[in-house]
């Protein structure tokens, strides 16, 4: 399974890093991705990894602010986020090529 963390509340600007941790099967060979789904919309594709972390992309929408990388050894991935703003107020979601995590709600707010 993935289990992601490190959601919350945060002040526009501000800072967050989600993490996501596979169990039960090793994800070093597959390539990883985050999603987020805001209420009434649908779920979007925001940054994506290949497998050796070499290579990596993003939706524009977080282009420049969202980092993802990741940690083979400890069968996890990352999504640093920052300058963080209202509009990214969602629950985010890591995928596999198999499965999908549960996901962590994220908002924006002063």
């Known amino acids: 399974q993935l289990v992601e963390s490190g959601g919350g509340l945060v002040q526009p600007g501000g800072s967050l890093t989600l993490s996501c941790a596979a169990s039960?099967?090793?994800?070093?060979?597959?390539?990883m991705s985050w999603h987020r789904q805001a209420p009434g919309k649908e779920r979007d594709l925001i940054a994506i990894i290949n497998s050796s972390g070499e290579n990596t992309r993003y939706a524009d929408s977080v282009k420049g602010r969202f980092t993802i990388y990741r940690d083979n050894p400890k069968n996890r991935v990352y999504l640093q986020m920052n300058s963080l703003k209202p509009e990214d107020t969602a629950v985010y979601y890591c995928?596999?090529?198999?499965?999908w995590g549960q996901g962590t709600q994220v908002t924006v707010s002063s």
């Open positions: 039960g099967f090793t994800l070093s060979s597959d390539p």
């Open positions: 995928k596999s090529p198999s499965m």
